[in-house]
């Protein structure tokens, strides 16, 4: 009897990993990356079959990609937003409401994307969702997820603006952070849309980020481990280094059918989600200005635009042979690989930098 007692509690006790949120991580990655794996080939088969002609590759982009990355399928965002739908629901706390929030930013980024990616491949334009109508759709959706984050979360501290290197020093911008909140989203969504230009390019800068607020988001969430690095606590956002280790999974699934040359293009689909999904976990562990050096290479991208069209219209000159930036040094001579990898080695830098602002206080 005591023998049978003693194996029982064993059992029990071999359950209570799951309680921890690195073993449930873990599993959300490999959980992720099979899933998207496996049946990524039949979903990119489906997305060749429906599309025949695949995304539309822009006339005035490098001429280079009119031979290369004609006829390549698009929307491969729904493997990646499937994985990751499907680990976080197996894996996190579901009664944990950042979980959610972030998920729905996700999905609902995932939804406007696809609409967009839709009217691209089938009317053969890169005229999609109009521009005004997509930053209207999703200023509403971050605007919800914020008020969420901002309702639910600590008083005082979910409304505020916490400052890398300054242990004590925030911002309460009391209602006006849902405004804060919404453009942190939303710019993080359309940065990652620009940068999604090349094989490859987008999904590892975007792993590196989910794997760097993923730590980020487990130690805020601690208490002994906030203190001690002196960042804010903010209770229950520990749960979404289970949703980052699912991004990574995913990403590092899709990857196997994105590295050059493509099988399938992550579109809009994905590019937009995935940004999204970003700029949430940054607004709900305090650390969207932590972002802006964590995806430092998706503001480069987003900046180069910006001032690519300013200077075209202001002086009718051009500051980058070809915006996004990516395109600029191809035009210079660097082949795809060196410009995507070089990309990545600037995305590992820019990550431990970020890593660096929780201990410089």
Known sequence: MLQ??????????AFNVFRYITFRTGGAVITALLFVFLFGPAMISMLR???GKGQPIRTDGPQSHLLTKKGTPTMGGLMILAGITVA???WANLFNFYVWVVLLVMLGFGMIGFYDDYLKVTKQTHNGLSGKARLAIEAVISGVAVV???????SGLSTSVAFPFFKDLLLNLGVFFAIFGMFVIVAAGN?????????GLAIVPVMIAAGTFGLIAYLSGNVRFADYLQIHYVAGVGELAVV???VMGAGLG???????????????TGSLALGGLLGTVAVATKHEIVLAVVGGLFVLEAVSVIVQVASFKLTGKRVFKMAPIHHHFEQLGWTE?????????VAVVLALAGLATLKLR
């Open 4 to 13: 049978w007692l003693t194996e029982l509690h064993q059992s029990f006790t």
């Open 49 to 51: 079959l429906k599309q």
């Open 88 to 90: 976080t629901l197996l």
């Open 148 to 154: 969420v984050i901002m309702t639910m979360g600590k």
């Open 191 to 199: 940065a990652v849309n620009l940068t999604d230009g090349l094989d």
């Open 244 to 246: 980052c280790g699912a």
């Open 254 to 268: 899709f990857l196997w059918f994105n590295a050059p040359p493509a099988q399938v293009f992550m579109g809009d």
């Open 337 to 345: 690989p060196q410009v995507v990898i070089r990309f990545w080695i």
